[in-house]
């Protein structure tokens, strides 16, 4: 096994305790380290980030709804649009996109470079929204919930995801606190379901017959990443989860920007 290899599998497990300790960022951890560690062509290691986020999610989700801090009702509710929006992207947007998206003079912009350059962006939106803590204080009112805007907000998580590669959850959090009235702690358990579901919905819309996957190399990541998320969830219970997400997020920001301009300017 050569050195990038191992140093691969060892960030692998960060992948699950992050997922663990936050209940979002498997994915913002996962495809750079696939991409930049482990050689992986972008737009495939979009589609393990799927299948390791997925399977580690759902691993985590499995943990909370033993502890009863998953709503089943909320994954069904948000699940059933962000999956189908995420199997749509991966079987028909993202294989639609030609090879070149434009080129000009001696630049020219790849696929491989959108997807890298979006999923920095998303890096950043979500390094904001980490920064700056989500205030937690849920409605109490008596309306009753917009089932409109929640399918149109799982719509568009499933989009991103799928686009990217990423599970979703700095995303689907906030919409399950504010939209859904979800207490903090039921709304990370239910979160990890929904990545988890979303997240292997899209893979199988990634297998292709030209699609070659190393079976060898995302089931030794993935089983990383898993035994990440059982550390992730011990360190949970004696961590201060706010600080976690706040370091975290100067991290990914300063990641989102290394990524745009290692793609854009360094090639």
């Not at 079987?91 to 470079?113: C, G, R, W, Y």
């Amino acid at each position: 096994m050569e050195v990038n290899q191992i140093i691969g599998y060892i960030l692998a497990v960060f992948v699950g305790i992050t997922l663990g300790l936050i209940g979002s960022g498997g994915s913002i951890l996962s495809v750079p380290i696939l991409v930049y560690v482990l050689g992986i062509e972008p737009i495939l290691a979009t589609a393990y980030s799927l299948f390791i986020v997925g399977t580690t999610a759902f691993v985590g989700g499995f943990q909370k709804a033993k502890q009863k801090l998953v709503d089943f009702k909320k994954v069904v509710l948000f699940g059933i649009p962000t999956l189908t929006a995420v199997f749509i992207t991966r079987k028909l947007i993202v294989p639609a996109i030609p090879e070149t998206v434009f080129s000009s003079n001696d630049f020219v912009f790849h696929k491989s470079m959108l997807i890298m350059v979006v999923f920095a962006l998303v890096m950043i939106i979500a390094s904001l929204r980490m920064i700056k803590p989500i205030k937690t204080e849920i409605s109490t009112d008596d309306k009753p919930l917009n089932y409109f805007k929640i399918v149109l907000n799982g719509l568009f998580i499933g989009l991103v995801a799928g686009f990217v590669g990423a599970g979703g959850g700095f995303l689907i959090i906030p919409a399950l606190l504010f939209l859904a009235k979800t207490p903090m702690k039921i709304a990370v358990g239910t979160s990890l379901f929904i990545v988890a579901t979303q997240s292997l919905v899209g893979f199988v819309g990634d297998i292709r017959p030209d699609q070659v996957i190393d079976w060898k190399t995302l089931l030794l990541f993935t089983s990383c990443s898993v035994i990440g998320i059982f550390i992730g969830n011990i360190l949970s219970k004696k961590i201060s989860g706010d600080k976690l997400k706040t370091g975290f997020g100067w991290m990914v920001l300063l990641m989102g920007i290394y990524i745009i301009t290692k793609e854009l300017f360094l090639k």
